[in-house]
Antibody, heavy 123, light 107 residues
């Protein structure tokens, strides 16, 4: 059974750094064809993909946020960490992590999602 | 840049069939997925690889993809199908894109 859960701060001030951890179970990020992605959703708005990391440590970022985002495997083998420095009110959103099944060579689907964590950025 | 365009909203009467479209350049050549999201819940994968359905998704939900348009079709719509639906694809650099979402109302 695959599960994922996001953790981190829920209220931050502008210019602070957002660090979110995705803790997962039921799979290994070293297994061929597996990845973990981060997606966010501002209140009442659409999903926005942020970043992903795959079993072979391939890292990909949204072009619009590439210069700010960082994704990495955590110190624990069942964790992935997303870092977003210098946050602003526009980064207020629910942040989800999701398991990726790479059905194609480099493409796939987000087949299991965490419950999400609402992060509010306000002074 | 590559964008995915969805209608903001569609409506359907119970028991009828409804289609939700997702348009993008050469989308028929890409791997398309669809997600259902109900209020206050996380998205759920309902279609992957254009037309495949996870085992827990009912057969009345189907997908297709050709040319510039991917389509999610729900046959025999039920109240439980009322949700937001998002298409998702990968661009030529293997980066992820989501459509703007479509709110499905069953009335």
């Amino acid at each position: 059974q695959i599960t994922l859960k996001e953790s981190g701060p829920t209220l931050l001030k502008p210019t602070q750094t957002l660090t979110l951890t995705c803790t997962f179970s039921g799979f290994s990020l070293t297994t061929f064809g597996v990845g973990v992605g981060w997606i966010r959703q501002p209140p009442g708005k659409a999903l926005e993909w942020l970043a992903l990391i795959s079993w072979n440590d391939d890292k990909r970022y949204s072009p619009s946020l590439k210069n700010r985002l960082s994704i990495a495997k955590g110190t624990s083998q069942n964790q992935v960490v997303l870092t977003l420095p210098n946050i602003e009110p526009g980064d207020t959103a629910t942040y989800y992590c999701a398991h990726i099944h790479f059905g194609g060579v480099t493409v796939g689907d987000f087949d299991y999602w965490g419950q999400g964590i609402l992060v509010t950025v306000s002074s | 840049s590559f964008d995915l365009t969805q209608p903001p909203s569609v409506s359907v009467s119970p028991g009828q069939t409804v289609s939700i479209t997702c348009s993008g350049d050469n989308l028929g050549d890409k791997y398309v997925c669809w997600y259902q999201q109900k209020p206050g819940q996380s998205p759920v994968l309902v279609i992957y690889q254009d037309s495949k359905r996870p085992s827990v998704i009912p057969e009345r939900i189907s997908g297709s993809n050709s040319g510039t348009t991917a389509t999610l079709t729900i046959s025999g719509a039920q109240a439980m199908d009322e949700a937001d639906y998002f298409c998702q694809a990968w661009d030529s650099n293997s980066l992820v894109l989501f459509g703007g979402g479509t709110k499905l109302t069953v009335l």
